[in-house]
């Protein structure tokens, strides 16, 4: 069996822009296991097999290598940059006036691109913490949301799409509470929001609620991040992979269960943005989307495995009186102060 799958076959999703971009894409956290030459070289296998969307960030310490995957891969010719959609995102300590266009001009210099198709403000928080800190570091410096700062950072995120530096702008790990509080604010709304979204945290509400209003939701950890960092781990954590529902029907399909995972997710509508830089493992994910989908019964059954389960909960981004990692998800439905 080839290793091509050729990216017109990959469904598509519509922006509210009306532009196009593929159903799936892949993430290029490295976690603290693999090098940015790792995580690179992934991406430059990834395109040869047919990915046209991939998903950065500055924190993610490897932008310039994935940089020099681009350029080569545009010099070559096997993909012309129009046909990538490529992401980033502004790093909680780059929120500051000025900053945002700062983090994006750095972005783009590593990446070697004169324009990201999508830039995401990180986190709705401007809190910092070290790289690899542990899961109960906290900066006394961090401070709960606000409206107000936030905004700031959105006014510097709309001056992007003014200066074509960045054609689309999205949030990231928003609520409810926090989009209601700034939509109706933003002169430039964001076209895409990256959430945790995989088979044992569904986030329903949210998910319906970006759906609505033309926002297009991209499902980040939609295997579940079976490998995340172990700070971002705790006792009560589900592992999708292992729910004995979502095994059978992987079983029923003979693939792994991850690759259950993203049809799911994309069968659903998100975009999922799975992790690997295993060739075997990323090309399934990509060949997937094109062949042999869920039926409605297999659908039903991964909708009915929500188990609330949020894995990337954020604490080292709570400030100093904050109660635990709940304030930063604005449960009881109003912004946590
Ligand atoms: N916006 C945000 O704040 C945010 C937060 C978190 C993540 N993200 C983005 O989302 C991306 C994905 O999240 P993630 O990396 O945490 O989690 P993930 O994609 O849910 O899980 C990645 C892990 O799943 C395993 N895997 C992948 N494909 C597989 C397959 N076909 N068969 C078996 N195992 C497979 C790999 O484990 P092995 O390596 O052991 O094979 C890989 O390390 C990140 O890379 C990043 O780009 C964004």
Redesign the pocket.
Known sequence: MTNFIDPKSVPKRTLSTGEQIPCIGM???G?DRFTPDQVSNAVAGAIRCGYRMF?C?SVYGNEDQIGNVFAEAFKSGVVKREDLFITS?VWNDMHGKGDVLLSLAKTLKDLQLDYIDAF?V??PFANYHEPGCSGDARNPNSKPFSVERFMATWRQMERLVDMGLAKNIGM??MTIPKLEAVLPLCRIKPTVI?MEL?PSFQQSELFDYCVKRGIQPIG?????????PDRDKTEDDVVDIQMPELVEIAKAHHV?P??ICLKWAVQRGQIP??????EN??V??LRCTVEDPLSDKEMDSLNSLDKNCRL?KGQVFLWPNAKGWEDLWDLDGTITK
Do not use: L, M, Q
Request: hydrophobic share 30%; charged share 15%.
């Open positions: 993430g290029t956290f976690s998903d960030a995102k995401f990180h986190w990231s790990s990256e995989h980040f950890c939609p295997i579940g991040s079976p490998t995340r792994h991850a690759v943005i799975p992790f690997s830089i295993y493992e990323y399934s994910n990337i």
